[in-house]
């Protein structure tokens, strides 16, 4: 199983700020993904993080709004820039093992105030 | 039309019963399909893949039908330790989109004594 590192695990912040959301993998991975989980739905992608090139965002997710980084093969950023009340969610990084299956991150319960 | 969609639920069923939940994707370019187990406020976990020629592990059966666009999961003798939200997810076959998975909304089963 793949060991995913995600903090912080949890923040409440001040609408008009940014947070940035980290996810430290175990070993190298291609590709990381980013996803939003808001409260009571299920989980939507936000943006594909490969190394080495920019992330790719998915309809209705934005750079500005979602900043990426991935400077190597272990490590993540997301930051949720300029925050509103609506971007309260759960925020997830999510690798793949073994070719097919997803392991998750514990998830960054975000709370906008 | 979501992408993904799963039986409404939650169902709230008394311990040693069966339980069947239902989901079916629009993508027919479709290639993996899963079911992921999320247990309250935690991250999904990877319960089982699905295969078109249907496969089992333990109590639990999954079903595939490509041509109805549509997955199945039975759980048998329910226990009470099953109680979790259930993730149908579909994954795509490649491109520009490799990699990426879509939930479905999640189906809440609740195992009472």
């Known amino acids: 199983s793949a060991v995913i590192s995600q903090k912080p695990s949890r923040d409440i912040c001040q609408r008009g700020t940014s947070l940035t959301i980290q996810c430290q993998v175990d070993s190298q991975v291609t590709m990381m993904f980013w996803y939003r989980q808001q409260p009571g739905q299920s989980l939507t992608l936000i943006a594909t993080a490969n190394q080495g090139s920019e992330a790719t965002y998915e309809s209705g997710f934005v750079i500005d709004k979602f900043p990426i980084s991935r400077p190597n093969l272990t490590f993540s950023t997301l930051t949720v820039s300029n925050m509103s009340p609506e971007d309260s969610s759960i925020y997830l990084c999510?690798?793949?093992?073994?070719?097919?299956?997803?392991?998750f991150g514990q998830g960054t319960r975000l709370t906008v105030v | 039309r979501k992408e993904v969609e799963q039986d409404p639920g939650p169902f709230n069923v008394p311990e040693g019963a069966t339980v069947a939940f239902n989901c079916t994707y629009s993508?027919?370019?479709?290639?993996?399909f899963f079911w992921y187990r999320q247990d309250c406020r935690k991250e999904p976990k990877l319960l089982m893949s699905v295969y078109s020629s249907g496969n089992e592990d333990g109590r639990f059966t999954a079903q595939l039908n490509r041509a109805s666009q549509y997955i199945s999961l039975l759980i048998r003798d329910s226990k009470l330790s099953d109680s979790a939200t259930y993730l149908c997810?579909?994954?795509?076959?490649?491109?520009?989109?490799?990699?990426?998975?879509?939930f479905g909304q999640g189906t809440i089963l609740t195992v009472h004594p």
């Open positions: 993508n027919s370019a479709s290639q993996s």
């Open positions: 999510s690798v793949y093992r073994g070719g097919t299956e997803a392991f």
């Open positions: 997810v579909v994954r795509d076959a490649g491109g520009t989109s490799y990699g990426k998975l879509t």
